[in-house]
Structures are given as C-alpha cells and as structure tokens.
C-alpha cells in the first residue's frame, strides 16, 4: 500500500509549488507524538533527497516521501485538499485512525497511542 493524493490535493500542490518556485519538490507526510488525540500529522515540501530508509511514492505527478515510522501509522492514507467555508487546507483521511480530533490534525491509532495531550478547541472522537 502506499500513501495516495486526490486530484484536488494534487492540483493544489502542484499549483503551491510553481508558486514558490519547487517544482522539483516532494511532499513530505510524518506522524509525531502529540496533539490532541496522541499522535498529529505533518506536510510540508521536501526540496531535498529522501532520507535513508524513506518509502517514496508517486501519485498524480507528485513525489511524497514517508519515514517507516509514520508509514506504519499512515499506510493507506489519502491526502485531500478541502476547501469550505472556512478556508482551505490539506486533509489526511487514514483507515488506520480509530479516533480523531475535530480539526484533522491529530488521531489515535488504537496501539497505546493517543487518549491526552492539548486541545485544539474543537476535539471530538469519531471511531
């Protein structure tokens, strides 16, 4: 399995990197300990080589790159774009989440992870 982009994320992507110039960027995807369901994700642009041991993957003409650590918790995993009434921004929606935090940002995986942390003002548990 690997980690997938929506066209919409795609397009957006695209579109943020002509902008500041690193086409030949690469998105890269993490999980971190903290948030407030116990473990939150991270984007950002690469403009560097994959790190050693990163699985790299290629989905809509977009190059991600993912450590093995955050692989395990995010395998499967879509990138979105939403774009709402509240301004737009990235999504992750991932299968392995038993839990997540009302803002996106943060999940529990169901393996010891999760259950504490600060708030982001607007928590509340799906499962």
């Not at 999980?31 to 116990?38: D, E, H, I, L, P």
């Not at 290629?58 to 955050?70: A, F, L, Q, R, T």
Request: net charge negative; hydrophobic share 30%.
């Amino acid at each position: 399995m690997s980690i997938t982009l929506t066209p919409k994320a795609a397009c957006e992507l695209k579109e943020l990197m002509t902008a500041e110039g690193k086409m030949a960027s690469a998105l890269r995807v993490w999980v971190a300990g903290g948030g407030c369901s116990g473990l939150s994700y991270g984007m950002a642009l690469d403009d560097g080589e994959p790190e050693t041991g990163d699985q790299i993957f290629e989905n809509e003409g977009v190059k991600i790159y993912v450590d093995p650590m955050s692989l395990q918790y995010m395998e499967g995993a879509t990138v979105d774009y939403i774009d709402d009434s509240m301004g737009g921004g990235f999504k992750i929606e991932n299968p392995n989440a038993t839990s997540s935090c009302g803002c996106g940002s943060s999940f529990s995986s169901g393996e010891g992870q999760g259950g504490g942390g600060g708030g982001c003002g607007s928590c509340s548990s799906r499962g």
